[in-house]
């Protein structure tokens, strides 16, 4: 029997709904602006967590009972047989995956490519006939014991050239599937220890691995957007890619910031101290903002919990973001979220994906009204108006003699002015009331 027998195909029914299994504000065909909904939002299942996560924690192990648990072909087609199955109930448009969590573990780099490929096949047949596409794909270069000291910035080159090799093939498959986006997720690149840790090797052996992967990827007919996720700690105690900042200066150091851009996740965000929202306004600043991974981070317990989000203040903070800096264009909101240990039934993780859409979609629509309605960018703007000034432009491109000397001669001297923090917090709860 399918694993969401009895399960119906989500529909919108509007906020006043009773039924726990409707959408209250995902209507994917409503029109906000220029676009639906749906083409906003870009909503994608992660394969990793709705399908492969057994439910473990680090004091036990499995609580789920999925019927396609098991290391062989026949339990990876099942697979994603189930998960082509919640795909439709949910009307999701995009799914995204690991290797790892489609294909059965191999013995060797070419069985673990043989399995690949022939689930690529298998997928690619089923998403013929299914409106799913896929967001990204990318490779999990950090469960296995070899990647213990990181892929590309491992001291031993055998685990170099094995994560080099494991790399084209996801990039491989990733085109076959029609990927619209490329993910790289540094798990282990990073470090525990410094007494036995190269660091500036290591950033060499990371830069080089990027520039690789641009380059197979482009003379390899793969056109979709390659994007690095920034995350500052955990598994490793420090991690390479941060946040956005480090990642930039990253690009920047190795001539990729006009090839690379950054898939940015609430939780990751939270773990480096910033907000969500800061992490996207500085990633859109520097035109480097490519998609999000959506999910909600527990405040108090210091490591990624990968919760499906509930709060409507930080989607729509994040949407008035994503739309200010002009929206997705290849990217889309990933729900790297998953269930809570104890939510066992197929029912569970549909609710939870009904719930994740349902806040980002209401988000979307505050967000939208809070742009639309210019108050917020307005107060930003007449904040910064003295520099629309002849003179006060002039500055940037002066010296520190002429300055002091124009101080001097015009006795400037400054009025401080308030920054209205209350009064701009004061108006963001009015839409999320
Ligand atoms: C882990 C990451 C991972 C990436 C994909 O914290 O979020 O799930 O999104 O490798
Ligand atoms: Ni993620
Ligand atoms: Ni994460």
Redesign the pocket.
């Known amino acids: 029997m399918p694993y969401f027998a009895g399960i119906d195909p989500v529909a919108y029914e509007g906020p006043e709904s009773p039924n726990s299994l409707a959408f209250r504000h995902y209507n994917p065909s409503e029109k906000l602006g220029g676009k639906t909904m749906e083409e906003h939002l870009r909503f994608a299942v992660?394969w990793?967590h709705s399908f492969a996560w057994e439910g473990g924690d680090p004091f036990g192990g499995r609580t789920f009972e999925r019927p396609w648990f098991g290391g062989d072909m026949a339990h990876a087609k099942a697979k994603a047989d189930a998960a082509f199955d919640l795909f439709a109930i949910l009307g999701q448009p995009y799914f995204c995956f690991?290797d790892v969590d489609i294909r059965p573990e191999g013995a060797s780099f070419a069985e673990n490519t043989a399995n690949l490929e022939e689930m690529v096949d298998y997928i690619g047949t089923k998403m013929e006939s299914a409106r799913t596409k896929l967001l990204w794909g990318?490779a999990?270069l950090f469960s296995h014991r070899r990647y213990m000291s990181g892929a590309a910035t491992n001291p031993d080159p055998d685990v170099f050239a094995f994560s080099a090799a494991t790399l084209k093939t996801c990039i491989d498959a990733t085109a076959k599937l029609g990927g619209e986006n490329y993910?790289l997720?540094g798990?282990r690149e990073g470090y525990e220890t410094l007494l036995n840790t190269d660091l500036a090797r290591e950033r060499e052996q990371a830069g080089r691995m990027l520039c690789m992967v641009v380059e197979y990827a482009r003379k390899n007919g793969f056109n979709g957007q390659i994007m690095i996720?920034p995350?500052p700690q955990?598994p490793t105690k420090h991690q390479y890619d941060y946040d956005v900042a480090t990642v930039y200066g990253f690009l920047k150091d190795f001539g990729l910031e006009g090839e690379v851009k950054v898939?940015i996740?609430q939780?990751?965000a939270i773990l480096a101290g910033h907000s969500f929202e800061h992490e996207l306004a500085l990633a859109a600043s520097l035109g480097i903002l490519g998609s999000v991974?959506m999910n909600r981070n527990d405040y108090q317990s210091g490591w990624?919990t990968?919760q499906f989000p509930v709060s409507l203040r930080e989607t729509t903070l994040a949407y008035y973001e994503i739309l200010k800096a002009g929206g997705f264009t290849s990217g889309g909101t990933n729900f790297?979220a998953k269930l809570r240990r104890q939510s066992l039934d197929p029912e569970d993780l549909v609710a939870a994906h009904i719930g994740g859409m349902d806040i980002c979609a209401l988000g979307l629509k505050r967000a939208h009204a809070m742009l639309s309605d210019g108050t917020l960018q307005a107060a930003v703007e007449a904040r910064y108006s003295g520099w629309n000034a002849p003179e006060a432009k002039a500055m940037l491109t002066s010296d520190l003699a002429s300055i002091a000397a124009r101080v001097e001669k015009e006795a400037i001297n400054p009025a401080p002015r308030s920054g209205q923090q209350e009064k701009l917090e004061n108006l963001v709860s009015r839409y999320v009331a």
Do not use: L, R, S
Request: proline share 0%; no cysteine.
């Open positions: 992660a990793w690991h990318t999990n993910v997720w798990g996720e995350k955990e898939n996740e939780g990751h991974d990624d990968d790297d």
